[in-house]
Antibody
Framework: QLQQSGPGLVKPSETLSLTCSVS????????WTWIRQPPGKGLEWIAF???????NYNPSFKSRVTISVDTSNNQVSLKLTSVTAADTAVYYC?????????WGQGTLVTVSS | DIVMTQSPLSLPVTPGEPASISCRSS???????????LDWYLQKPGKSPQLLIY???NRASGVPDRFSGSGSGTDFTLKISRVEAEDVGVYYC?????????FGPGTKVDIK
């Protein structure tokens, strides 16, 4: 099970930080992916990372995004810096880089002052 | 980036009747590994997407056999042999042949 957590409101220009906690399994041995969905819109792939390192980021986010895996706490994290209103979306974590069968419940993050 | 298109974008269906959704990509999704890198997801209202079909034609675990995927290269189709009320939602195709991975715009399926 993937349980997401993090603030639902972030101010413009600040950093969005989300955590995906894995229960009933391990982060080890898998790729981990973040995807987002602006309200009423479609899905956008953000990045994936192998548990031991090696990341692949969507260039549209330039250098604003960082994904990390904490094996000791069985967690996956997403950080997105310098957010604007355009970053308002439901953010999902998912296991695997391809064909993800396991998704978190999603976290709505609103960027607003 | 690979551009994914879907048609139709809206599909009213009658329970018990078949339904079909088309997905096209701007580049071939036939990967060097020999597989078509195309997945289908269903996002039910208020829920996270769920994987239906992977590698173009393989049903994910637990997916009813009324769902089938076909196609190769740039043209793919998702078929529902007999639509049930629980099949309503937005269907997305997604390519993972070339990063950044991209999704189609979605096809909204609802009951007539």
């Amino acid at each position: 099970q993937l349980q997401q957590s993090g603030p639902g409101l972030v101010k413009p220009s600040e950093t969005l930080s989300l955590t995906c906690s894995v229960s009933g399994g391990s982060v080890s041995g898998y790729y981990w992916t973040w995807i987002r969905q602006p309200p009423g819109k479609g899905l956008e792939w953000i990045a994936f990372m192998y548990y031991s390192g090696g990341t692949n980021y969507n260039p549209s986010f330039k250098s604003r995004v960082t994904i990390s895996v904490d094996t000791s706490n069985n967690q996956v994290s997403l950080k997105l810096t310098s957010v604007t209103a355009a970053d308002t979306a439901v953010y999902y974590c998912a296991r695997d880089r391809y064909s993800s069968s396991y998704w978190g419940q999603g976290t709505l993050v609103t960027v607003s002052s | 980036d690979i551009v994914m298109t879907q048609s139709p974008l809206s599909l009213p269906v009658t329970p018990g009747e078949p339904a079909s959704i088309s997905c096209r990509s701007s580049q071939s999704l036939l990967h060097s590994d020999g597989y078509n890198r195309l997945d289908w997801y269903l996002q039910k209202p208020g829920k996270s997407p769920q994987l239906l079909i992977y590698l173009g034609s393989n049903r994910a675990s637990g997916v009813p056999d009324r769902f089938s995927g076909s196609g190769s290269g740039t043209d793919f189709t998702l078929k529902i042999s007999r639509v049930e009320a629980e099949d309503v939602g937005v269907y997305y195709c997604m390519e993972d042949a070339q990063d950044p991975f991209t999704f189609g715009p979605g096809t909204k399926v609802d009951i007539k």
